[in-house]
């Protein structure tokens, strides 16, 4: 699940994916505007098939804040 969020999120923002870690803020050290992670959010959406409310969107910080919640939903 990582490496595909990895994926996901490192061609949203045009980054080398082995730059993405866990950790990694998507603000703070990715970069990502709100535009990026509306864009984001919405392809994993699609590609795994959940939704994310505006409360839950609030709580994803990390990329590994984005993982669990989609583990989570699995």
């Known amino acids: 699940m990582l490496e595909k969020v990895s994926k ?17 803020d998507l603000i703070g050290d990715l970069k990502a505007d709100s535009l990026d992670i509306v864009q984001m959010l919405m392809t994993m959406e699609q590609e795994f098939g959940v939704e994310f409310d505006d409360v839950e969107i609030l709580g ?15």
């Open 60 to 74: 994803l910080k990390t990329v590994g804040d984005v993982v669990r919640f989609l583990e989570s939903r699995a």
């Open 8 to 24: 996901l999120i490192a061609e949203q923002l045009g980054i080398d994916p082995a730059s993405v870690k866990p950790e990694s």
